[in-house]
Protein backbone atom coordinates (compact mmCIF):
# COMPACT_ATOMS: atom_id res chain seq x y z
CA UNK A 1 0.00 0.00 0.00
CA UNK A 2 0.81 3.53 -0.38
CA UNK A 3 2.28 5.42 2.83
CA UNK A 4 2.06 9.44 3.18
CA UNK A 5 3.03 10.16 6.65
CA UNK A 6 0.21 12.42 8.06
CA UNK A 7 2.89 15.02 8.14
CA UNK A 8 3.27 15.73 4.52
CA UNK A 9 2.01 17.63 2.14
CA UNK A 10 0.68 16.01 -1.05
CA UNK A 11 -0.75 18.84 -3.12
CA UNK A 12 -3.58 18.65 -5.16
CA UNK A 13 -2.77 17.27 -8.66
CA UNK A 14 0.48 15.22 -7.51
CA UNK A 15 0.07 11.35 -8.93
CA UNK A 16 1.55 9.46 -6.37
CA UNK A 17 1.50 5.41 -7.58
CA UNK A 18 1.41 2.16 -5.55
CA UNK A 19 3.49 1.24 -2.86
CA UNK A 20 5.42 4.34 -2.60
CA UNK A 21 5.96 6.21 0.42
CA UNK A 22 6.62 9.95 1.55
CA UNK A 23 8.06 10.58 4.42
CA UNK A 24 7.60 13.07 7.59
CA UNK A 25 7.64 16.62 6.59
CA UNK A 26 8.18 16.42 2.80
CA UNK A 27 6.09 18.36 0.58
CA UNK A 28 5.17 16.91 -3.26
CA UNK A 29 4.19 19.54 -5.68
CA UNK A 30 0.77 19.96 -7.60
CA UNK A 31 2.39 18.59 -11.05
CA UNK A 32 4.94 15.87 -9.76
CA UNK A 33 4.10 12.32 -10.94
CA UNK A 34 5.49 9.60 -8.25
CA UNK A 35 5.85 6.32 -9.72
CA UNK A 36 5.01 2.54 -7.92
CA UNK A 37 7.69 2.09 -5.29
CA UNK A 38 8.93 5.09 -5.49
CA UNK A 39 10.75 6.15 -1.55
CA UNK A 40 10.66 9.60 -0.52
CA UNK A 41 12.44 10.44 3.03
CA UNK A 42 11.46 12.74 5.56
CA UNK A 43 12.13 16.63 4.77
CA UNK A 44 12.37 16.26 1.27
CA UNK A 45 10.97 18.86 -1.49
CA UNK A 46 9.82 17.33 -4.97
CA UNK A 47 8.13 20.08 -7.41
CA UNK A 48 7.81 21.13 -10.56
CA UNK A 49 6.59 19.53 -13.55
CA UNK A 50 8.58 16.43 -12.11
CA UNK A 51 8.21 13.27 -12.86
CA UNK A 52 10.53 10.09 -10.76
CA UNK A 53 10.12 6.75 -12.21
CA UNK A 54 9.51 3.57 -10.66
CA UNK A 55 11.35 2.14 -7.40
CA UNK A 56 13.50 5.58 -7.07
CA UNK A 57 14.58 6.37 -3.45
CA UNK A 58 15.17 10.43 -2.24
CA UNK A 59 16.96 10.82 1.18
CA UNK A 60 16.70 13.66 3.18
CA UNK A 61 16.41 17.29 2.65
CA UNK A 62 16.69 16.44 -1.43
CA UNK A 63 15.22 19.32 -3.24
CA UNK A 64 14.55 18.39 -6.86
CA UNK A 65 12.54 19.87 -9.79
CA UNK A 66 12.65 23.41 -8.36
CA UNK A 67 13.06 26.17 -10.84
CA UNK A 68 16.21 26.23 -12.65
CA UNK A 69 19.41 28.57 -11.54
CA UNK A 70 18.92 30.57 -14.88
CA UNK A 71 18.49 34.53 -15.21
CA UNK A 72 16.83 33.68 -18.75
CA UNK A 73 14.03 31.67 -16.92
CA UNK A 74 10.51 33.22 -17.66
CA UNK A 75 8.44 30.94 -15.89
CA UNK A 76 8.27 27.93 -19.32
CA UNK A 77 6.33 24.99 -18.28
CA UNK A 78 9.74 23.08 -18.32
CA UNK A 79 10.15 18.95 -17.00
CA UNK A 80 12.46 17.26 -14.92
CA UNK A 81 12.32 13.42 -15.53
CA UNK A 82 13.86 10.87 -13.51
CA UNK A 83 14.18 7.49 -14.13
CA UNK A 84 13.68 4.38 -12.75
CA UNK A 85 15.85 2.70 -10.02
CA UNK A 86 17.56 6.05 -9.31
CA UNK A 87 18.88 6.96 -5.92
CA UNK A 88 19.50 10.34 -4.60
CA UNK A 89 21.30 10.79 -1.29
CA UNK A 90 21.01 14.00 1.19
CA UNK A 91 21.06 17.08 -0.32
CA UNK A 92 20.86 16.62 -3.75
CA UNK A 93 19.73 19.53 -6.06
CA UNK A 94 17.78 18.69 -9.41
CA UNK A 95 16.45 21.59 -11.26
CA UNK A 96 13.97 21.11 -14.47
CA UNK A 97 15.12 22.23 -18.25
CA UNK A 98 14.11 25.81 -20.18
CA UNK A 99 13.13 27.04 -23.50
CA UNK A 100 16.73 27.65 -24.54
CA UNK A 101 17.87 23.83 -23.88
CA UNK A 102 14.99 21.62 -25.10
CA UNK A 103 12.49 22.28 -22.02
CA UNK A 104 13.71 19.48 -20.41
CA UNK A 105 15.76 17.92 -17.85
CA UNK A 106 16.41 14.17 -17.81
CA UNK A 107 18.57 12.01 -15.57
CA UNK A 108 18.27 7.34 -16.82
CA UNK A 109 17.69 4.48 -15.11
CA UNK A 110 19.61 3.11 -12.01
CA UNK A 111 21.77 6.17 -11.15
CA UNK A 112 23.72 7.38 -7.78
CA UNK A 113 23.75 10.75 -6.80
CA UNK A 114 25.76 10.74 -3.46
CA UNK A 115 25.40 13.24 -0.33
CA UNK A 116 25.23 17.63 -2.14
CA UNK A 117 25.44 16.40 -6.24
CA UNK A 118 23.86 18.93 -8.59
CA UNK A 119 21.87 18.29 -11.87
CA UNK A 120 21.29 21.49 -13.41
CA UNK A 121 18.65 22.80 -16.20
CA UNK A 122 18.90 21.07 -19.22
CA UNK A 123 21.16 18.23 -18.42
CA UNK A 124 20.86 15.02 -20.00
CA UNK A 125 22.12 11.75 -17.89
CA UNK A 126 22.16 8.43 -19.15
CA UNK A 127 22.11 4.95 -17.42
CA UNK A 128 24.09 3.75 -14.48
CA UNK A 129 25.76 7.32 -14.02
CA UNK A 130 27.17 8.08 -10.65
CA UNK A 131 27.92 11.45 -9.12
CA UNK A 132 29.95 11.49 -6.15
CA UNK A 133 29.61 13.95 -3.59
CA UNK A 134 29.20 17.23 -3.89
CA UNK A 135 29.46 16.48 -7.92
CA UNK A 136 28.75 19.74 -10.06
CA UNK A 137 27.20 19.99 -13.28
CA UNK A 138 25.76 22.97 -15.12
CA UNK A 139 23.47 23.70 -17.53
CA UNK A 140 22.99 21.76 -20.95
CA UNK A 141 25.94 19.13 -19.90
CA UNK A 142 25.73 15.52 -21.60
CA UNK A 143 26.32 12.51 -19.48
CA UNK A 144 26.35 9.35 -21.41
CA UNK A 145 25.84 5.60 -19.66
CA UNK A 146 28.23 4.56 -16.97
CA UNK A 147 30.16 7.47 -16.30
CA UNK A 148 31.07 8.14 -12.76
CA UNK A 149 32.24 11.49 -11.91
CA UNK A 150 34.19 12.05 -8.65
CA UNK A 151 33.62 13.98 -5.76
CA UNK A 152 34.12 17.94 -5.90
CA UNK A 153 33.84 17.54 -9.57
CA UNK A 154 32.66 20.33 -11.79
CA UNK A 155 31.50 20.10 -15.74
CA UNK A 156 31.09 23.79 -17.64
CA UNK A 157 28.06 23.90 -18.87
CA UNK A 158 27.61 22.17 -22.83
CA UNK A 159 30.22 19.72 -21.86
CA UNK A 160 29.80 16.05 -23.22
CA UNK A 161 30.84 13.19 -20.92
CA UNK A 162 31.29 9.86 -23.03
CA UNK A 163 30.47 6.48 -21.61
CA UNK A 164 32.16 4.30 -19.73
CA UNK A 165 34.17 7.87 -18.65
CA UNK A 166 35.89 8.43 -15.22
CA UNK A 167 36.46 11.55 -13.56
CA UNK A 168 38.86 12.30 -11.30
CA UNK A 169 38.04 13.95 -7.70
CA UNK A 170 38.25 17.63 -7.96
CA UNK A 171 38.84 17.92 -11.14
CA UNK A 172 37.28 20.93 -13.76
CA UNK A 173 35.63 19.44 -17.09
CA UNK A 174 35.66 22.68 -19.79
CA UNK A 175 36.23 20.42 -22.42
CA UNK A 176 34.07 17.09 -23.69
CA UNK A 177 35.52 13.50 -22.33
CA UNK A 178 35.74 11.03 -25.18
CA UNK A 179 33.98 7.79 -23.70
CA UNK A 180 36.39 5.30 -22.15
CA UNK A 181 38.70 8.58 -21.30
CA UNK A 182 39.81 9.46 -17.82
CA UNK A 183 40.45 12.80 -16.50
CA UNK A 184 41.41 14.64 -13.81
CA UNK A 185 43.06 17.92 -12.78
CA UNK A 186 42.68 21.16 -11.76
CA UNK A 187 40.94 21.78 -15.20
CA UNK A 188 40.85 17.94 -17.03
CA UNK A 189 43.13 16.35 -18.61
CA UNK A 190 43.07 12.72 -20.20
CA UNK A 191 45.06 10.39 -18.16
CA UNK A 192 44.40 7.72 -20.43
CA UNK A 193 41.70 4.97 -20.04
CA UNK A 194 39.30 3.94 -17.69
CA UNK A 195 40.67 0.71 -17.64
CA UNK A 196 39.53 -0.34 -14.00
CA UNK A 197 36.21 0.33 -15.39
CA UNK A 198 36.39 -1.69 -18.90
CA UNK A 199 37.42 -4.69 -16.79
CA UNK A 200 34.85 -4.03 -14.00
CA UNK A 201 31.83 -4.11 -17.00
CA UNK A 202 33.35 -7.35 -18.32
CA UNK A 203 35.37 -5.81 -21.99
CA UNK A 204 37.53 -8.91 -23.31
CA UNK A 205 41.49 -8.06 -23.46
CA UNK A 206 41.35 -7.95 -26.93
CA UNK A 207 38.89 -4.71 -27.23
CA UNK A 208 40.45 -3.71 -24.24
CA UNK A 209 44.39 -3.74 -26.05
CA UNK A 210 42.15 -2.39 -29.56
CA UNK A 211 41.76 0.61 -27.41
CA UNK A 212 44.57 1.32 -26.17
CA UNK A 213 46.50 1.18 -29.45
CA UNK A 214 43.36 3.44 -30.66
CA UNK A 215 44.21 5.89 -27.98
CA UNK A 216 47.90 5.87 -28.42
CA UNK A 217 47.28 6.79 -32.27
CA UNK A 218 44.52 9.58 -31.55
CA UNK A 219 47.02 11.54 -29.94
CA UNK A 220 49.70 10.73 -31.38
CA UNK A 221 51.72 14.09 -31.84
CA UNK A 222 52.65 13.74 -35.57
CA UNK A 223 49.68 14.86 -37.79
CA UNK A 224 46.42 16.62 -37.55
CA UNK A 225 43.46 15.29 -35.04
CA UNK A 226 41.39 14.80 -38.27
CA UNK A 227 44.14 12.58 -40.29
CA UNK A 228 44.76 10.60 -36.62
CA UNK A 229 40.83 10.37 -36.53
CA UNK A 230 40.77 8.63 -40.22
CA UNK A 231 43.43 6.13 -39.28
CA UNK A 232 41.65 4.91 -36.05
CA UNK A 233 38.71 4.71 -38.00
CA UNK A 234 39.89 2.96 -40.89
CA UNK A 235 42.27 0.18 -39.06
CA UNK A 236 39.70 0.09 -35.89
CA UNK A 237 36.64 -0.29 -37.71
CA UNK A 238 35.60 -3.85 -36.27
CA UNK A 239 35.74 -2.45 -32.58
CA UNK A 240 32.52 -0.68 -31.33
CA UNK A 241 33.80 1.05 -28.98
CA UNK A 242 36.87 2.33 -30.62
CA UNK A 243 34.37 3.83 -33.45
CA UNK A 244 32.16 5.23 -30.06
CA UNK A 245 35.31 7.36 -29.79
CA UNK A 246 35.37 8.05 -33.47
CA UNK A 247 31.51 9.03 -33.62
CA UNK A 248 31.90 11.25 -30.57
CA UNK A 249 34.84 13.01 -31.59
CA UNK A 250 33.11 13.89 -34.67
CA UNK A 251 29.85 15.27 -33.37
CA UNK A 252 28.87 18.92 -33.41
CA UNK A 253 30.26 20.31 -30.18
CA UNK A 254 30.59 23.81 -28.53
CA UNK A 255 33.30 22.40 -26.78
CA UNK A 256 36.90 20.99 -27.66
CA UNK A 257 37.90 18.11 -26.62
CA UNK A 258 39.85 17.09 -24.02
CA UNK A 259 43.15 16.49 -24.45
CA UNK A 260 45.97 14.61 -22.62
CA UNK A 261 49.33 16.86 -21.63
CA UNK A 262 52.14 16.16 -23.33
CA UNK A 263 53.48 13.33 -20.58
CA UNK A 264 50.46 11.70 -20.92
CA UNK A 265 50.16 11.59 -24.80
CA UNK A 266 51.77 8.11 -25.08
Known amino acids: MTHIHPTAVIEDGAAIGEKATVGAYSIIGPEVTLGDGVA ?18 I ?6 GLEPQDLKYRGEPSRLEIGANT ?10 GTEGGGMVTRVGNNCLFMVGAHVAHD ?10 NNATLAGHVTIDDWAILGGLSASHQFTRIGRHAMVGGMTGVEHDV ?27 RETIHALRNAY ?5 QEGTMAER ?8 SDYEPVMEIVDFIRRDSSRAICQPGLEDAA
Open 229 to 236: LEDVAELF
Open 40 to 57: VGPHVVVGGRTTVGANAK
Open 87 to 96: VIREHVTMNP
Open 178 to 204: IPYGSVMGNRARLQGLNIVGLKRRGFS
Open 59 to 64: YPFACI
Open 123 to 132: CQIGDHVILV
Open 216 to 220: RLLFA
